[in-house]
């Protein structure tokens, strides 16, 4: 898969902007741009050490194109394990399609999505998952999911699937072995040494299949659906989250007919908050809608907040408040439920903590921008951040989970095989089998669609 032709494509983001870099990659990189830059001291770039950068001018026709610096990685010491140069130029449209049209036209070809990540993972200065990690290391939009892909990227998820398929690997050396000398009833693989082995893994498997769920919201954002009456403050709310007013506010009931979505970063994690419509009888079709959509952000977000207007609640009305939130918790029985009671600067807090006795109970005013901070601490205890602050391993990617479960499937097979005393030979299957999972995570074993649809999803210029 390989490809020995040389690669052009503009590594920073497109549009104006004071340095722009050029990347090309391949076995002439070096002496094509020779070829068009001009030294101020008079270099030959293909003379020149590796990581080391000059000062010059690209030539066009003769002319000055722009004046540039040049940064040279020599094979195998780059990015890709190719010669590579990295142009870094003024941050002109003009000028950069100008240069990437100048080396098009004298043999560079435009780079695939991915294809200088790609190559590196050919080349062996990166395994899959680390090149996965890239992708994930550049969308990433808050510490937490910059910290998981950095942490994926040092190879520490490759290196505990090595060790394990090391182990196992090694085992299955021995049980293979086994069955050359079948005939002399040899036994080369400590059974109980291999049980330990196997209950060691089925346990580190379980422990990173169980971080997905914390991996994929931290990666994805934790979805948060806003919900209660109309006109208790669900809107006002989100604007005092979010610190601008995105949603309209209004003393008429039901003014919120869609659902409003937007992102906040919160400690380092990323939480996607969603105002919805009021719920309430109503024959208005447009808000039957909405409403509607109410139940339905619910039951895709993690985190339910019951919004309700502390400043109607009596002794008398609390009750059909109270059947409401209960209706909500068992409509949505696997969601977190955060009880809010809002506009408690008009409310006796004494009163409103006799009438709902949560856990998740927390008071405040949203318009007074008052216990907004509390509301936010609380919600980082939804999430598990134990395994990200003592830098655990967690897994955010669905094709890593896929092949974990399949594994982990496989060698809870080998050992019911063991607890029922089966054969050496029947025992290998399953071993092959899992061993074949785990080369998938790292890249052992590919297929070229795997690879087109991984490096598809990469930005061109990585």
Do not use: W
């Not at 722009?66 to 010491?77: C, G, I, R």
């Not at 999911?145 to 021995?174: P, T, W």
């Not at 914390?214 to 954002?221: H, L, Q």
């Not at 830098?391 to 029922?420: C, F």
């Amino acid at each position: 898969m390989i490809n020995k032709d040389n690669i052009i494509a503009l590594a920073t983001p497109p549009g104006v902007g004071a340095i722009s870099i050029i990347r090309i990659s391949g076995k002439d990189a070096i002496t094509i741009c020779e070829s068009f830059f001009r030294s101020g001291s008079g270099k030959q770039l293909s003379k020149q050490s590796t990581h080391t950068i000059h000062l010059g001018h690209i030539i066009k026709d003769e002319k000055e194109l722009d004046e540039v610096l040049v940064s040279v990685f020599k094979d195998p010491q780059s990015y890709t394990g190719e010669n590579v140069v990295e142009i870094s130029c003024h941050g002109s449209p003009y000028i950069q399609q100008e240069i990437i049209q100048l080396f098009l036209r004298n043999g560079c070809r435009v780079a695939h999505p991915g294809e200088f990540t790609l190559r590196a993972f050919l080349n062996g200065k990166l395994d899959l998952s680390q090149a996965e990690a890239v992708a994930d290391l550049i969308s990433s939009d808050n510490e937490a999911s910059h910290q998981i892909a950095m942490q994926q990227m040092r190879g520490g998820f490759s290196n505990e699937i090595k060790a394990l398929r090391d182990e196992l690997l090694n085992f299955a050396s021995l049980i293979e072995l086994e069955l050359d000398f079948a005939e002399e009833d040899v036994e080369f693989a400590d059974r109980e040494q291999f049980k330990d082995l196997i209950t060691r893994i089925i346990k580190v498997l379980k422990h990173l299949i169980d971080s997905f769920a914390v991996g994929n919201v931290i990666k994805n954002g934790i979805p948060v659906a806003i919900i209660g009456e109309p006109n208790v403050g669900k809107s006002t709310l989100l604007n005092a989250l979010l610190n601008e007013e995105k949603a309209i506010v209004s003393e008429i009931a039901g003014t919120t007919r869609d659902a409003i979505e937007d992102e906040l970063n919160i400690g380092g994690i990323g939480f996607r908050f969603i105002d919805t419509a009021g719920i309430r009888e109503t024959k208005d079709v447009i808000e039957s809608i909405g409403i509607k959509k109410t139940f339905e952000k619910a039951s895709q977000a993690q985190v339910v907040m019951y919004l309700l207007d502390a400043s109607t609640v009596t002794e008398v009305n609390a009750d059909s408040t109270n059947t409401e939130i209960k209706r909500i918790q068992n409509k949505f029985p696997d969601k977190a439920l955060l009880v809010i009671a809002n506009k408690i600067d008009k409310a006796n807090k004494d009163m409103i903590r006799s009438q709902f006795n949560y856990d998740n109970l927390l008071l405040l005013s949203a318009k007074e921008n008052s216990g907004v901070e509390e509301l936010k601490i609380k919600l980082l205890e939804f999430v598990n951040t134990g395994a990200l602050r003592n830098n655990e391993t967690i897994i955010t990617n669905s094709r890593h989970y896929d092949a974990l479960l399949k594994a982990l499937e496989d060698i809870q097979k080998v050992k019911q095989g063991m607890d029922d005393n089966l054969s050496g030979d029947l025992l290998a299957i399953d071993i092959r089998q899992a061993l074949y999972h785990f080369a998938e995570i790292t890249g052992e074993i590919t297929s070229d669609d795997l690879l087109g649809n991984i490096f598809a999803n990469f930005c061109i210029g990585k």
